[in-house]
């Protein structure tokens, strides 16, 4: 369930906040990744976010390790847990350009899609992107995801003001796609 043929959804391994902390600093990786204000996360920080998700019904965050020699590449998360209407948001990032573009992404969505539907019993999972991401659109409309909406004007990026995409993907198609 939590291994495919190149990476494996993991838990949070000793050193994994210090190489996030380290990691984060690259413009391409940060930038896309959040929507809100930037601000450093120290290893205590990164720490805490794997930890309080361990103990949380709202949150799962995984690493996204090698499998070739279990080093960490990136994480995954699926938050915003809705019990009631089964439904979820799910993020995910690679901090190293080096890991990137190499079919990681592909792969940990099929991993965390699985865990989401199967063993969740989720009914729709979501995500939000900027339309210029143009290889995370590509991962997620190829993993099944559906474009649902944009919001206009949304997020300020880069000393603009930029509209945000909605995708999602319903238990039943992620199914017929299988």
């Keep these: 369930m939590f291994i495919g043929k190149n990476v494996k959804l993991s838990h ?14 690259d413009d391409n990786f940060i930038n896309l990744l ?6 450093p996360y120290t290893a ?43 439904s979820c948001e799910l993020g995910i990032g690679f901090p190293k350009k080096e890991d990137r573009s190499k079919g990681y992404g592909t792969e940990t969505l099929n991993l965390i899609l699985d865990y989401g539907f199967n063993n969740l019993n989720m009914h729709k ?5 900027y339309p210029f991401n143009i290889s995370a659109i590509k991962a997620y409309t190829n993993a099944g995801f559906i ?32």
């Design 12 to 25: 949070y391994h000793e050193n994994d906040g210090k190489n996030l902390a380290d990691w984060q600093w």
């Design 34 to 39: 959040s929507s809100d204000m930037i601000h």
């Design 44 to 86: 205590e920080n990164w720490e805490k976010i794997f930890k309080n998700a361990s103990n949380s019904y709202k949150n799962v965050e995984f690493t996204v390790r090698k499998i070739s020699d279990d080093s960490l590449v990136g994480f995954v998360d699926l938050f915003d847990i809705s019990v009631r209407n089964h």
């Design 125 to 129: 999972i979501k995500l939000s992107v």
């Design 147 to 178: 474009k649902e909406g944009s919001a206009k004007d949304d997020i300020f990026y880069n000393g603009k003001w930029v509209d945000i995409d909605h995708y999602a993907i319903f238990q039943d198609d992620w199914y017929a796609l299988q």
